[in-house]
């Protein structure tokens, strides 16, 4: 794709606006950058383009481009992109540019949840196998960032969110990792059914060369591509997992508890999915095993902090809604005291009664929602309502008998006692090194 002389208009000026900017002037185009936010949201804006603060959809509707790049954080079906589409030639995000640009291949991820996990596994996988890999797009670095280096990695593994995929119109993975779905977004989306439909577009440039990995399941469309399977309850998929040993064509490839930090079957399902996408596009086993050998997950997400007395801390803060709490719950190998609570949203807990009753020995709740939702829990297993956190770190090691795992999974936000769940999350992981 040919940029010189091209006018090309970036709408939104984050960090992926910034490259996409970067990344249009190098290719000989004349850029102009614009955005609702004031003059101090320009920082950081590439010499050379020019800047209009203060957007208006009227101005907007005045633009003439070849092509408009618009930010995944502004709705690409709303009004604002709608008019500076108008006389516009062609409407993309910061991904399909440099996906345009780039020469390498991409190892491409999408789903609901486990996205950051996965696409972490796939980057240490390719940079140990001396591929580059390096974590781009929803997660890590723009992808344009990636294309402006001077020695691009030769595959990328790239997280696409809905909001990504909206506007591909050419991005071909060799390899499309699809991990799971569930409802999420609806503040952006109609139905659910178009967020599902944003998210399928990861398949639609995909030839009959090419991969799909995929939970066993899911129940896809009809693909072109080869199709291999992972899951955690059908043996005869083509990776499989109860939890702590991965399999594959008979032999085991990893043992998630001696090799990794990683805990679950949630996690399980993300490492058979970087492992299988790996393994298409001819990583060799003993290349992948070392690769992980030693990986924790990001932090907060189900992040094993220690193991005391035969027990397991895992932080999973993250988890600021119903479904992240569920997914922690159900993934978990081991008996569970659960501790869950913060801010009151208004949220229903009752769904996740059935999955204690299976799951768990016991449970704490602090903060907020601490009492509605210890007198909730306590229909499934016995529950102990506190106020701090640190009152519940102690309450949990009490109820936790040797080989059972304590987990922080609140299930709401944390802006009753913490700046976030990044803070929470830290101050769970200080009171679990404070144990003796």
């Given at each position: ?19 996409a ?6 290719e ?37 481009s ?24 062609e ?8 996906a ?35 974590a ?38 060799v ?58 309850t059908d043996?005869s998929?083509?990776?499989f ?21 990683l ?21 060799l ?29 895992l ?20 008996p ?41 829990f ?15 770190v ?27 769940y990044?803070?929470?999350?830290n ?6 090194h404070?144990?003796?």
């Amino acid at each position: 794709m040919s940029l010189t002389g091209k006018h090309v208009a970036i709408l939104g000026v984050g960090r992926s606006g910034r490259a996409a900017a970067a990344l249009a002037l190098r290719e000989g185009a004349a850029v102009s950058a614009w955005d609702s936010a004031g003059p101090e949201a320009f920082d950081g804006m590439p010499a050379g383009v020019e800047i209009h603060p203060n957007a208006s959809e009227a101005e907007g509707g005045a633009v003439v481009s070849d092509l408009l790049v618009v930010s995944p954080g502004i709705d690409t079906y709303g009004s604002y992109v709608a008019e500076f589409s108008k006389q516009s030639g062609e409407v993309i995000g910061e991904v399909e540019l440099a996906a345009r640009l780039f020469k390498g291949r991409i190892i491409g991820i999408t789903g609901t949840n486990g996205k950051t996990t996965t696409t972490e596994l796939v980057e240490r996988i390719l940079s140990h196998a001396g591929l580059g890999g390096t974590a781009c797009g929803n997660y890590g670095m723009p992808f344009a960032e990636v294309v402006l280096q001077s020695n691009p990695p030769d595959v990328v593994s790239l997280e696409l969110s809905s909001f990504q995929l909206e506007t591909i119109r050419s991005l071909h993975p060799v390899v499309a990792i699809w991990l799971n779905f569930a409802p999420d977004h609806m503040d952006r989306y109609p139905t659910v059914e178009a967020y599902r439909a944003a998210k399928l577009r990861i398949f639609e440039n995909q030839t009959a060369t090419d991969t799909v990995v995929v939970r066993t399941g899911e129940n896809l469309p009809p693909v072109v591509a080869k199709v291999v399977t992972f899951s955690t309850t059908d043996p005869s998929a083509d990776w499989f997992s109860e939890g702590r040993t991965i399999e594959h064509d008979g032999e085991t490839r990893l043992d998630m508890e001696r090799d990794t930090s990683l805990r679950g079957l949630h996690n399980a399902e993300n490492t058979m999915a970087a492992l299988a996408a790996c393994d298409a596009i001819g990583i060799l086993p003993n290349i992948m095993r070392e690769a992980l050998h030693g990986y924790a997950p990001p932090p907060h997400r189900c992040e094993l902090i220690r193991t005391l007395d035969g027990v397991e801390y895992l932080n999973d803060s993250k988890a600021t809604n119903l479904h992240a709490l569920e997914s922690a719950l159900r993934s978990q190998t081991r008996p569970v005291v659960l501790i869950a609570g913060g801010k009151e949203k208004g949220l229903d807990y009752s769904p996740v009664v059935p999955l204690l009753t299976k799951k768990a020995l016991a449970a704490v709740t602090f903060g907020q929602i601490s009492r509605p939702l210890a007198e909730l829990f306590a229909h499934a297993v016995p529950c102990e309502s506190v106020s701090t956190l640190a009152d519940a770190v102690t309450a949990a090691r009490s109820l936790a008998p040797r080989g059972s795992t304590i987990l922080l999974s609140p299930g709401t936000s944390s802006f009753d006692q913490f700046t976030g769940y990044e803070q929470r999350g830290n101050a769970f992981r200080d009171l679990v090194h404070q144990l003796r």
